[in-house]
């Protein structure tokens, strides 16, 4: 996630993500627009053993004009590129908030 220049902590105006290539020095922007904060990015990848990029980004997008929050999924390939998807939640989840992830299991042997 990005911090405004203005180093405001609750984070208004920081609307953007990095992603920076480390071989080739190029930084990419994804900018979700005016009065959405996003939260941190996880990867994950499209499958096992996936190339690196080969994947999505999913994270927590806060619309602060309308209180709300969107799980969004960005193509990690395609990184400024807009959301693959968005599931749109009816309150806001604020900033900070960590999910933990962990292997699908399901003792019944269903899964």
Do not use: C
């Not at 994804?30 to 499209?46: N, S």
């Not at 604020?94 to 992830?101: L, S």
């Amino acid at each position: 996630m990005s911090v405004p220049a203005d180093g405001n902590t609750q984070l208004a105006g920081a609307t953007q993500l990095y992603k920076h290539d480390m071989e080739t020095g190029a930084r990419h922007v994804h900018d979700f627009g005016p009065d959405r904060i996003p939260g941190e990015f996880g990867f994950v990848p499209a499958q096992a053993g996936a190339d690196e990029d080969e994947g999505w980004l999913v994270g927590l997008v806060i619309d602060t004009a309308r209180d709300t929050t969107d799980f969004t999924v960005l193509d990690a390939r395609a990184f400024e590129a807009p959301p693959v998807a968005a599931v749109h939640l009816g309150h806001r989840i604020p900033p900070g908030f960590h999910g933990n992830w962990f292997p699908a299991h399901d003792p019944s042997g269903m899964v």
